[in-house]
């Protein structure tokens, strides 16, 4: 059996309880070790294999797998994040199906989480946003035609850069081009969310390539952007005691 786990954002307390329980009786670990913080190996038991694929091909981690699946074991993939956000699991798991190897999915905190929480900030605020958009600038990888970051910047939702960071100032450049953003909305970069080396820069769009620049941040990094980030907000009517829902009755509901 092949166990899919997000690892989450960096931080080791951050995997969830199932994610940390699978890695418990794991026969192998096949982890993204250019991402994946070291520390949550440690959850596995000694001497258990622990396999980096940073260097290994899509073939070579499958090979792995089988092996795995040769000898009984269950063999933890561990991916940075929530696997289903550029993960590349799509294509493991097509393979594995080929190869009738079971497998499941541990959902894991995603990075544009942690990087909310390093602010802290919410995406949805009432009144600023209610759409959040998760995204990347295309680099050696394209994004599909109709994807361009000036087109969905056109939404002024909030947005969550992948990937990014070494292009801030050329993304800048994108999302005014949208027309719904202006020079200056707030942005941020947040820099490794969760690790103890977690940094955070608040600029912003006229300013995000330079603040790049400046702090030499080109790479495992978050690039936020919109007015969830400035201070202008409504009240929730949530809890709001003038407004009524199915769980409470508001002061000035006349029934």
Not at 160 to 167: E, I, P, R
Not at 204 to 212: D, I, K, Q, S
Request: aromatic content about 8%.
């Amino acid at each position: 059996m092949v166990h899919f786990v997000g690892a989450g954002p960096g931080a080791p307390d951050l995997i969830t309880l199932r994610g940390a329980k699978l890695l418990g009786e794991a026969g192998q670990v096949i982890y993204a070790g250019s991402l994946v913080n070291p520390e949550l190996l440690t959850y596995a038991r000694p001497g258990v294999p622990c396999h980096d694929s940073a260097s290994l091909t899509l073939e070579e981690v499958l090979a792995l797998m089988e092996k795995g699946e040769e000898k009984g074991w269950d063999t933890v993939r561990l991916h940075t994040g929530d696997p289903s956000l550029y993960g590349a699991v799509r294509e493991q798991m097509d393979a594995l199906r080929e190869r009738h190897i079971p497998f499941d999915v541990t959902p894991g905190v995603s990075s544009f989480s942690g990087a909310a929480a390093a602010i802290p900030a919410e995406y949805t605020l009432p009144g600023v946003s209610q759409t959040v958009i998760l995204t990347r600038m295309p680099g050696r990888t394209p994004v599909p035609e109709g994807e361009d970051l000036s087109a969905l910047a056109a939404h002024g939702a909030s947005m969550a850069l992948f990937l990014s960071t070494g292009m801030a100032g050329e993304a800048a450049r994108h999302l005014l081009a949208g027309g719904a953003y202006r020079p200056d909305t707030p942005a941020a970069i947040v820099y490794k969310a969760t690790w103890p080396e977690e940094k955070v820069y608040p600029c912003t769009l006229a300013t995000l390539g330079e603040t790049a620049e400046k702090e030499q941040i080109t790479r495992t990094a978050l690039i936020l952007v919109g007015d969830f980030l400035g201070e202008e907000y409504r009240r929730s009517d949530l809890y709001n005691p003038a407004f009524s829902h199915g769980y409470r009755r508001g002061k000035e509901d006349p029934r």
